[in-house]
């Protein structure tokens, strides 16, 4: 069964510092998302992306975050200076077409900043 | 905020019919009813989805009652995998519209 691929499964970083997440949606799903879960707390909608360009994203999906698909295969989160409240897991998810389809979602990079 | 109430937690026996129940009284119209679960901390799991209609595949069955304000989530013979926080969300009709999750409903598969 095709998979959404999430890496790294884990990133510590520090304070400040960028980081960039990245995924490899299913090759022929044209809708792209990232959500996160801070431990303990509910699964959070950040952005959606289709068509090269952000289509809706949330109200946590500040300044600090940006999303790009560099290639015809990947799909990145960057977050540009971390803070300690951006330690969270953060999924990948992808979607065949508009309409009402089921996202495949990634297995998660657990991001931990110190 | 979730437009669905899911109870807190449930538990059943390995092997029997778990029946997870989910409120969404202000459901309108062209809105689904989606399920999704979520092993551990791994990503969410799409399980079904419905409009009206009953709906069943290789995983679960949904039934939605007439008046849509209401659905459960039935999964026939429950394993010990099938532990898990699963989520009742209801999505609109827009092309691109997120899920919102609410905090589940937690299941509890005992041997």
């Known amino acids: 069964e095709p998979e959404v691929t999430q890496t790294p499964s884990h990133q510590v970083t520090q304070m400040g510092q960028e980081v960039i997440l990245r995924c490899v949606p299913i090759?022929?799903?044209?809708?792209f998302y990232w959500y996160r879960q801070i431990l303990g707390q509910k699964v959070e909608f950040l952005v959606s992306?289709?068509?090269?360009?952000?289509?809706?994203k949330s109200e946590i999906f500040d300044d600090q975050f940006s999303v790009e698909r560099p290639d015809g295969s990947n799909f990145t989160l960057k977050i540009r200076s971390t803070k300690l409240e951006d330690s969270a897991m953060y999924f990948c998810?992808?979607?065949?077409?508009?309409?009402?389809?089921?996202?495949?979602f990634g297995s998660g990079t657990r991001l931990t900043v110190v | 905020d979730a437009k669905t109430t899911q109870p807190p937690s449930m538990d059943c026996a390995e092997g029997r019919a778990a029946n997870l129940p989910c409120n969404h009284s202000?459901?309108?119209?062209?809105?689904?009813v989606y399920w999704y679960r979520q092993i551990h901390s791994q990503g969410p799991q799409y399980i079904i989805h419905?409009?009206?209609n009953n709906e069943t595949n290789e995983m679960a069955s949904l039934i939605i009652t007439e008046d849509r304000k209401s659905s459960t989530l039935i999964l026939p013979h429950a394993t010990l995998r099938d532990t898990a926080v699963y989520y009742c969300?209801?999505?609109?009709?827009?092309?691109?519209?997120?899920?919102?999750f609410g905090k589940g409903i937690t299941l509890s598969v005992r041997p």
């Open positions: 998810a992808s979607s065949v077409a508009q309409g009402h389809y089921g996202y495949t």
């Open positions: 090759s022929n799903h044209l809708y």
């Open positions: 992306f289709y068509n090269n360009e952000i289509s809706e």
């Open positions: 202000t459901i309108s119209g062209n809105e689904y």
């Open positions: 419905g409009l009206k």
């Open positions: 969300i209801v999505r609109d009709t827009g092309a691109n519209s997120k899920l919102t």
